[in-house]
């Protein structure tokens, strides 16, 4: 059982790049979540989806897109990079009813 | 508004009892949780309370909820160095895991 599995686990972008990152769960869990970690700040909630093709803001949108076409999938896509985005970024998942959200392995982000 | 707090850093001998201690903003919590990060991954949740509950165990784990003064702790009885981590506090508000999660503690086990 793979769980959450992201991708890329890690890479480097130049200002202005764009990029997707992908989160795919095997859980078929309704809710899907990106966080993004940072030193001393813990995880920020950028982007939510409470189902196949919802997404919502989360505590921290700005700079971030985010589609949900498939219920597994959850993407995260940076139009335009910033130094500011360098982060690691966490996407969970969970049932409906639960009271566990599970967590991906991260991606580890620089943008240089 | 929504605010999750801890101290940084524990430092503990091996065989020592662990406390770590999280204090929260928002008086309608349904859960409270505590997830461990260990280096380089992900996070993998320990253990949750209910906010009708005042203290929950598990093995080693012990959960103490104080909802008068907001202040959740997590006692690790017996600390072993394998417990060395990250350790995150983290409220959900609403129904799902939208979770607001406090700064982290990082806890190191020296033998």
């Known amino acids: 059982n793979a769980g959450v599995t992201q991708t890329p686990k890690f890479r480097v972008l130049k200002t202005g790049q764009s990029m997707t990152l992908l989160c795919a769960q095997d859980m078929n869990h309704e809710y899907m979540y990106w966080y993004r970690q940072d030193p001393g700040m813990g995880l920020r909630l950028i982007h939510y989806s409470v189902g196949e093709g919802t997404t919502a803001k989360g505590e921290v949108p700005d700079g971030y897109n985010v589609s949900r076409l498939k219920k597994q999938n959850f993407l995260l896509g940076l139009e335009s990079a910033a130094p500011s985005q360098t982060s690691v970024y966490f996407c969970?998942?969970?049932?409906?009813?639960?009271?566990?959200?599970?967590f991906g392995q991260g991606t580890r982000l620089t943008v240089v | 508004g929504e605010d999750v707090e801890q101290s940084l850093f524990l430092s503990v001998r091996e065989g020592d009892s662990s406390v770590i201690n999280c204090t929260y903003t928002d008086s309608s919590s349904t859960y409270l949780y505590w997830y461990k990060q260990e280096p380089g991954a992900g996070l993998q949740l320990l253990t949750y309370?209910?906010?009708?509950?005042d203290m929950k165990q598990d093995q080693r784990l012990t959960v103490l909820l104080n909802k008068k003064d907001k202040h959740l702790s997590l006692r690790i009885a017996d600390t072993q160095t394998g417990d060395s981590a990250i350790y995150f506090c983290a409220e959900s508000i609403t129904g799902f895991q939208k979770l607001v999660f406090g700064t982290g503690t990082r806890l190191l086990v020296s033998p």
């Open positions: 309370i209910f906010s009708n509950m």
């Open positions: 969970a998942s969970s049932g409906q009813g639960g009271t566990e959200a599970f």
